[in-house]
């Protein structure tokens, strides 16, 4: 290879690097590296639940409800765990808290969690949120990453929720 075309190549790397670096998806999941994408939808049901109503008319909720459930993937099924903060007035607002998933492969990553819930003319209450990665064990122990979720609920607070997950990680130990 000759010296201008050496100088081309290299020159083109590092374009190519810098701006996968700066890309907004890059800095979204933790840097550079493959991100690898799993999207599951698990029927969440309460476990405990600890609510507490304060105003006038009772109108402001808040507490926290430990939701579990079991979404079945390609690789394998996935057990969720979400542990959610509330502070509603009239039944939405801000929610908060922790998400858990331990995989087939018993590696677990967990989230921090950070959500709107909203009610709609229905009734119904909607949630969206998004994720960022705490930590992990096993194959996941070096994960970086986040993700987002959406989902609804037709009844009651601490009635099953249902939430499709979008989880991007990257620097995972997956051969």
Do not use: C
């Amino acid at each position: 290879m000759t010296p201008r075309k050496l100088a081309l190549v290299l020159f083109a790397a590092v374009v190519g690097l810098t701006a996968l670096i700066a890309s907004p998806a890059a800095a979204e999941y933790g840097g550079t590296g493959k991100v690898r994408t799993t999207r599951f939808t698990v029927t969440l049901t309460s476990q405990q639940t600890v609510l507490h109503q304060a105003g006038t008319d009772g109108e402001v909720t808040y507490g926290w409800n430990q939701l579990t459930g079991t979404a079945t993937s390609d690789s394998g099924d996935i057990h969720v765990e979400m542990l959610g903060n509330v502070q509603y007035v009239d039944g939405q607002g801000p929610i908060f808290g922790s998400v858990t998933l331990t995989f087939a492969s018993q590696s677990v990553v967990g989230f921090r969690m950070k959500g709107d819930a909203a009610k709609d003319s229905s009734g119904t209450t909607n949630f969206t949120g998004t994720l960022k990665v705490l930590g992990g064990t096993a194959a996941l122990s070096q994960a970086k990453g986040g993700g987002r979720f959406t989902g609804s609920r037709s009844a009651a607070l601490g009635s099953p929720v249902v939430l499709e997950f979008t989880i991007k990680l990257r620097g995972l130990d997956i051969s």
